[in-house]
């Protein structure tokens, strides 16, 4: 018997089958099945009849399906190109499902890919506010284009180098504004050789930068003047004005003009006006500005300084009129020489040094130490260095991509048989590259603020200052973020749209080997630029502690020196020397003007046989108080003897010089050769020569050197024994306190000394270190990748290997060998290259380390071992895999 | 018998013109139009629903599923305003075309078209 309803649920049934028919076209045709049935039967047909009938003239299923499908679905290929953008819009959620879908399921290489980068474009934003900080300086003077400082280039008969002086004598800028029209405006400057108590009422400071200046240094600088005059404020003798900062400090709120402070020399001076604190991006710095007619007699006392065209104290900046060209006025320097300081014509070569290049190109200029200076090979370096870390990183990030999109072919296929073609598929992987680099930039803004702490630990928070301004380098560098995410995108996104659908999803591993070479390259190009970095740091490292621990020619342990100049002290030099030489843990305690470790005056000096005139010769001085230096210090007598003081022609005629004199002298026999030193020594005699000691940085050779009595009391080195050190000191304080009622105890170690003389080479090593470390990190990173990605790959040969009897050692030792080779090659390419610039930064050093084989052998060691941890924890996680689960599967 | 083409053609103006008589279902459609044509259409009846789901693709008509005066749940359809305008549009291009061939041909017998 018939039963229509159980043929209709048959043929829903065979419908349903047809994928391309939806429930409501079945329920709809089979609605019209039902009303064709009635009519029929109504005309008496047989229900089966009926039926099959009207199947009939409903037609083929297949057909209809065919042509229903063809309603519903578009054909893209039909439609017009100008319509695929808003194709790509409708596809856009789906791309950013499958990218958030490929980010959590790999967590890891995502994580990595993403971490990074950042730290990447981290280091390069920090480097990149450094370099913009370090540039920004001295840039805010409105005729900065116009001011240049007056240098020299020295060529000393007594040394065989040239030297760059920014020092010149007091009267030269005044005369040379005299001489040349095409000069506007000059100022001499002179930061007082130490610092200077300043008192007012109870408060007493010790001021650093204590600076004479003419009145137009407001006309040729900007530094803005709060109150006061700015053309008189500075005329008068003893006239000073303060900074904000000092004004604050002794005066709080109230007004401080007018008011009288006593200052340099015991002298009251008399506040004429308030200037703003000199901004920190300048390399002229002030506290305390004082008038040059302070010098002048029945004041300070120091005319010498700016009357006399032989001592060499004054810093001079001139202001070029519009449209002068500085070489002419340069070319007409040696004839002004001529005419107002013959006597050194032939030595000094005066020339101008542009305002804007004072800061960064000043290295190789002597007497600069009152000011800021940069380093302008640095920032070379640390570019440099910032370019390696992103490209590191980009390195990675391509890498990584690379070997993540073999993964994804088989998206890459149904994506291309789905209709959609290499342009979309580009777009879509670039998106995400995009996607993940603007991730990175992110993330690398939050390790910059992170960051802060710690450069503030290494004394470069300044550039934070900065961070406001620097909005147009951060954007600068969001779009190279950007640039470099799609740049190495680029690669990856190629490769994966050139996937053949029919190859990628009929043989799933015929795509391994794509890239691999490729990715060989880039981890070899990636720990090149790191073994580099750390060979960099290993020779910076190696010629601090060459410096460090190389013999000075003295012993600087257990030394501290007071400054007693303008103290109390000074008068009673003697009486507070053998107080404190009743203590003791005291072992010895001399006075002289000066110390190794700072700068030493020069003399001009004239040698027997060689008299000229008087200022032929010049030698390095070193004036002494007392006979104890030898002992305090160490020093070792290389022939001769030193003052005794039992003879009373030392104080009066002996000299004692160093070798590097005797040398540049050509004296074999030194001892006994008449020695005068014009002005302080008649008829010296030589009595004993003493052996070389460093008194600068290894970046300068030992200077001659000439040793005479001459009592001034400027300060005591004091040579304390290694016990009991606070407590000494603490003796040290009492005494001093006993002496000088106003100026606070300070004391400075000569090591401590010293090691501030390599501060610029410190500061590079800390941030090469740091950054030699980041690069290697990130490397790690992408090789931790990398090496998750090969042990997933070679899994089955893997779970072989075990099976037949592999042990665990060899296979890590299987896996660990590749890479370890492409390190290997990296060092290989890296030694060269780190050789040659170690080389090169080594050469500005006199004194300096040979570079050895040592770094290169600890960078490769360092480079390796990481190498090796970072792959071993993959490797041995695959090794330990049980190969049943691994090989199951086929 | 009709080519395909021209089938497909003109079963558009067709299924228009009778929805705009007034709402109406599949079955219904087809018997209406087989009504009209007198026999001189003979298409497959399944045939039609892919061409009445177009024209809802191109929002010449709109559907709505209902319950019939049988109980059952059926599917009716009704013309739109774009439906109407389409169908003028077509109506012109059809009456063009018919224009020209009689020019060539003649009138056609009166039969064909009751």
Known sequence: ?890 | MLSKELMAASTRPLILTILKRGESYGYQIIQDVKQLSGGSLEWSDGMLYPVLHKLQKENCIQAKWAISEEGRRRKYYSITDAGVAELETAKAQWQNIHVVLERIWGPAPKWAIS
Request: aromatic share 12%.
């Open chain 1, 1 to 890: 018997m018939f039963d229509l309803e159980k043929a209709l649920k048959d043929w829903k049934r065979a419908l349903r089958k047809n994928k391309q028919y939806e429930d409501g076209d079945i329920e709809e045709l089979e609605s019209h099945l039902r009303d064709r049935v009635n009519e029929l039967i109504k005309d008496r047909i047989p229900e089966k009849e009926a039926f099959s009938k009207a199947l009939d003239e409903i037609g083929s299923p297949e057909l209809i399906g065919d042509e229903l499908f063809k309603t519903k679905a578009v054909n893209y290929h039909k439609t017009k190109l100008d319509e695929q953008g808003s194709f790509i819009l409708q596809l856009l959620p789906n791309y950013l499902k499958t990218t958030f879908r490929t980010f959590k399921r790999n967590f890891t290489f995502s994580i990595i890919n993403i971490t990074g980068l950042a730290i990447g474009v981290a280091c390069c934003i920090l480097i990149s506010m450094f370099i913009s900080y370090e540039y920004s300086f001295d840039s805010f003077h409105s005729k900065k284009d116009r001011i240049y400082r007056v240098n020299k280039v020295v060529t000393e008969q007594t040394s065989s180098t040239e030297e760059l002086h920014a020092l010149t004598s007091g009267p030269m800028g005044l005369q040379m504004q005299l001489e040349f029209p095409e000069i506007e405006e000059v100022v001499r400057v002179r930061n007082w050789f130490s610092e200077v108590l300043v008192s007012h009422e109870e408060k007493h400071i010790q001021v650093k930068d204590f600076v004479f200046v003419d009145s137009t240094f407001f006309k040729v600088f900007d530094f803005k003047l709060i109150s006061g005059n700015p053309n008189l404020a500075l005329t008068k003798p003893l006239s000073i004005i303060l900074s904000e900062e000092m004004s604050q400090i002794f005066f709080g709120s109230e007004n401080p003009m007018g008011k009288t402070l006593t200052g340099l020399n015991g002298l009251d001076y008399t506040v004429t006006g308030v200037v703003e604190n000199a901004p920190e991006n300048s390399h002229l710095q002030y506290d305390i500005l004082a008038s040059w007619s302070s010098v002048d007699p029945g004041a300070l006392d120091f005319s010498w300084m700016t009357s006399r065209w032989f001592p060499q104290s004054i810093y001079t900046y001139l202001v070029l009129q519009e449209n002068t060209s500085p070489e002419v006025l340069e070319s007409k320097f040696p004839e002004f020489m001529e005419r107002n300081f013959p006597e050194r014509a032939a030595v000094y070569q005066l020339f101008l040094q542009p305002f804007n290049e004072i800061y960064l190109y000043s290295s190789r200029l002597l007497w600069i130490e009152p000011f800021k200076s940069g380093n302008a090979t640095n920032l070379t370096v640390f570019s440099l260095v910032a370019i390696f870390i992103l490209l590191i990183a980009c390195i990675n990030f391509m890498n990584l991509s690379i070997a993540q999109a073999t993964k994804r072919a088989k998206e890459v296929g149904v994506r291309k048989v789905l209709g959609a073609n290499r342009g979309q598929l580009g777009i879509q992987f670039l998106g995400e590259t995009l996607l993940y680099s603007i991730m990175a930039f992110v993330l690398s803004i939050g390790l910059v603020l992170i960051s802060r702490p710690f450069l503030a630990f290494i004394n470069l928070d300044a550039v934070f200052m900065s961070l406001a301004d620097n909005l147009d380098v951060i954007s600068l560098i969001f779009l190279c973020t950007v640039l470099a995410g799609l740049l190495s995108g680029i690669y990856p996104s190629a490769i994966l749209s050139a996937f053949k659908p029919i190859v990628v999803l009929y043989n799933k591993s015929s795509n391994k080997t794509r890239g691999t070479s490729l990715r060989k390259v880039l981890v070899v190009t990636q720990f090149s630029l790191s073994i580099c970095l750390i060979i960099g740091t290993f020779v910076i490292n190696k010629q601090l502690n060459f410096a460090g621990n190389k013999d000075l020619g003295f012993n600087k342990d257990q030394v501290l020196v007071l400054q007693i100049g303008d103290t109390e002290i000074s008068n009673q030099g003697e009486a507070f020397k053998n107080e404190l030489l009743k203590n003791s843990s005291i072992v010895s305690v001399a006075g002289s003007n000066s110390h190794p470790g700072s700068t030493f005056m020069s003399y001009g000096i004239r040698p027997e046989g060689l008299e000229g005139s008087d200022n032929d010769w010049v030698s390095s001085v070193l004036l002494v108080d007392d006979f104890d230096l030898l002992d305090t210090y160490g020093f070792e007598i290389e022939s001769g003897r030193y003052f005794e003081s039992q003879l009373s022609t030392d104080s009066t005629q002996s000299i004692v010089i160093n070798e590097a004199l005797a040398q540049s002298l050509d004296w074999d026999n030194p001892i006994g050769k008449r020695l005068d030193i014009p002005g302080d020594i008649e008829e010296g005699i030589v009595i004993g020569v003493i052996k070389n000691f460093h008194t600068q940085s290894f970046h300068r050779a030992i200077d001659p050197l000439v040793i005479f009595f001459d009592q001034r009391w400027g300060e005591l080195s004091v040579k304390i024994s290694a016990q009991n050190t606070q407590e000494t000191l603490a003796y040290i304080n009492s005494k001093w306190a006993e002496f000088e009622s106003k100026r606070p105890f300070e004391y400075e170690f000569i090591d401590q000394t010293f090691s501030k003389l390599y501060a610029e080479e410190q500061r590079t090593r800390n941030l090469l270190t740091a950054f030699s470390g980041l690069a290697i990190l990130v490397s790690c990173f992408g090789l931790f990748g990398l090496s998750i990605f090969t042990a997933n790959e070679r899994i089955k040969e893997i779970g072989i290997r075990k099976v037949l009897g592999s042990s665990l050692s060899s296979i890590v030792l299987l896996l660990s060998k590749d890479f370890l080779k492409l390190v290997l090659i990296a060092l290989l390419i890296a030694a060269p290259f780190s050789y040659y610039f170690a080389h090169s930064w080594l050469q500005e050093f006199v004194y300096r380390t040979e570079i050895g084989v040592w770094p290169f052998l600890f960078a490769g060691l360092i480079a390796c071992s990481l190498a090796f941890f970072t792959i071993a924890w993959q490797s041995i996680k695959a090794a330990l895999a049980n190969p049943v689960h691994s090989l199951k599967s086929e």
